[in-house]
């Protein structure tokens, strides 16, 4: 019987990043979800999963901000499926960094979990990766041109994340295809300006589609881009309703 294809999923355990472990595993395609804090949601998501496929499903441990974590979590997914045919770097930080407020600690902490740890990952990956011509998606921002105020670090480590798509994407050719999906106004932050009354409202109308969008919208464009757009790399194809980043 042929071997299921394997998939990580960094920050995997709620949120978009449920929904592309869901999205990948209806794709018949077996899930490695990664957590740092958030083990109560992945071993019910864990739980979900292998109730629909058995044994199709696991669990990895591991702060992205740590060096030594990017080969450990790559070794548990070879350990446990033997193989590594997609890596999905959806893992982030996300708050405010006001100009007169910067610290060095935000700054390693935006900069780890947003840039190195896809970077660094990447690099662990790779060997596993060619091996099955793998792909690489990473989640940027849909706000990669268009920075959001009081977000600087933020900002910048998006930014270099899309770079870091177009810069892995000539290196690692012709053997691993790395694109990017760029989310807009899909979930909220509530312990920020997100949470605000009519913040919400505003953003969503200036999006062409005057409506906010899915989960399962971000995880569908990363199941395309995985397994179906086979022809394309380097890109980012945003997912933001339109108008609104460009």
């Known amino acids: 019987m042929k071997n299921k294809k394997i998939a990580l999923v960094t920050g995997g355990s709620k949120r ?11 794709s018949d395609i077996n899930v490695m979800i990664h957590y740092r804090d958030s083990k109560e949601d992945a071993v019910y998501l864990k739980t979900k999963l292998n109730k629909i496929r ?20 790559i070794s548990k997914v070879i350990d446990k499926f033997g193989q590594l045919d997609y890596l999905v770097n959806n893992a982030a930080s ?29 690099q662990a990956a790779v060997k596993f990766l060619k091996e099955k011509n ?20 933020y900002n910048i480590a998006k930014s270099g994340l899309a770079s870091l798509t177009r810069s892995l994407a000539k290196d690692l050719s012709p053997d691993i295809r790395v694109n990017a999906v760029a989310p807009g106004a899909i979930l909220w932050s509530e312990n920020n300006q997100e949470s605000e009354a009519g913040y919400r409202e505003n953003l969503i109308s200036q999006t062409f589609l005057k409506k906010q969008g899915l989960p399962e919208n971000i995880a569908k464009a990363v199941v395309f881009l995985l ?15 339109g108008g609104l980043y460009k």
């Open 227 to 241: 397994t179906t757009a086979l022809y394309s790399t380097g890109e980012v194809i945003h997912v933001d309703g």
């Open 16 to 26: 978009i990043g449920a929904a592309i472990c869901e999205e990948l595993h209806k």
């Open 134 to 153: 793998g792909s690489i998606v990473n989640i940027t921002d849909a706000l990669e041109n268009n920075p959001k105020k009081n977000y600087i670090i």
């Open 54 to 73: 058995e044994n199709s499903t696991d669990i990895v441990q591991g702060n992205l901000s740590k060096f030594d974590s990017y080969e450990n979590i």
């Open 94 to 122: 996300y708050y405010p960094t006001k100009i007169d407020a910067l610290n060095e600690k935000d700054w390693n902490d935006l900069i780890a979990t947003n840039l190195k740890a896809p970077l660094f990952l990447c």
